[in-house]
């Protein structure tokens, strides 16, 4: 009897010798680095020197930061919600289709395109002698350079709705997948259209896919600069000037205390909205 205790809390206790490596490479790769980019935001250049907050201020009252904070979190409200409802539409459209597998491996492509290409397509599209000036010169439309317009801003959406529908919609398929069909059956032999099995028996039921979803969406949002920094270099337009914009030339100009205090304030603000989403969902 003592023999088959300690053998199951041994097997209770080795299953996590397969954490440990992947714990180690986190804590050396991102908290230990996070913790010393902490330290820096408070010292002079963010080598030595103790300042306090005077970092943070700086930052703050910084009007490149003002602006690529009002233009981040403009793209934010525009795109999260666009992505969130246009996934869900097609994963609903996709999910009774007899050979969805070839579409979904389209909407995938996205994914696997390299950056470099996705950056020349919209190059040759947009700017000054792209695809869409020339049509609208045939038109006798004037144009005009497109990435060097307030236009600009909407290209990065499209450009980050386009990169990022095709995972979520795999992830809203999984999702519907997941609900079980005499659910909707059961609604079908009681009188409930298709608009009432969404709204009272789908939706519910999508609420963790959902919260899911918004918080990888959230996350690639800040992903985005690679795309725009590629088509419009270190100084785009200002309506798409983004906080990666802003910390890509910090960082260019070795500016290591800005650096660090924005990054902590960029994390600490993308943490507290993380838990406001869960709270409401899980109040939901």
């Known amino acids: 009897m003592r023999y088959e205790k300690t053998k ?69 409200i525009i795109c999260l919600p666009i992505l969130i409802c246009m996934s869900l539409i097609v994963a609903v459209a996709l999910k009774d289709v007899t050979r969805s597998i070839a579409i979904k491996t389209m909407l995938l492509l996205p994914l696997a395109t390299p950056l470099a290409t996705a950056a020349v397509v919209w190059q040759i599209t947009f700017h ?29 959406v499209i450009t980050y709705v386009w990169k990022n529908l095709g995972y979520s919609v795999v992830l809203w398929l999984a999702g519907l997948n997941a609900i079980s069909k005499d659910i909707y059956e059961a ?17 519910p039921n999508l609420k963790s896919t959902c919260f899911m979803i918004i918080v990888l969406s959230l996350i690639n949002s800040f992903k985005i600069f690679r795309e725009a920094y590629l088509v419009a270099g270190d100084y785009p337009h200002e309506s798409m000037y983004m906080l990666q914009h802003l910390f890509n030339n910090w960082f260019r100009d070795l500016s290591i205390d800005k650096l660090a205090a924005g990054a902590v304030l960029e994390t600490v603000v993308i943490i507290t909205l993380i838990y406001i989403i869960r709270k409401i969902w899980k109040e939901g």
Not at 187 to 203: E, S, V
């Open 187 to 203: 609604a079908h032999m009681d009188g409930a259209g298709r608009f009432l099995c969404f709204w009272k028996i789908t939706i």
């Open 128 to 156: 000054n002698f792209g695809l869409v000036n020339g049509a609208l010169d045939i038109l006798g439309i004037q144009t005009r350079n497109w990435m060097n317009s307030s236009l600009a801003f909407y290209i990065l």
């Open 8 to 76: 199951v809390k041994r097997n209770s206790w080795s299953r996590w010798y397969f954490f440990v490596p992947s714990i180690v490479g986190v804590c050396i790769f991102s908290i230990i680095p996070f913790l010393d980019v902490i330290r820096r935001s408070f010292l002079v250049g963010g080598v030595k020197g103790w300042v306090g907050v005077k970092n943070y201020q700086m930052v703050i009252t910084n009007s490149a930061f003002n602006l690529a904070v009002i233009n981040t979190i403009k793209f934010l």
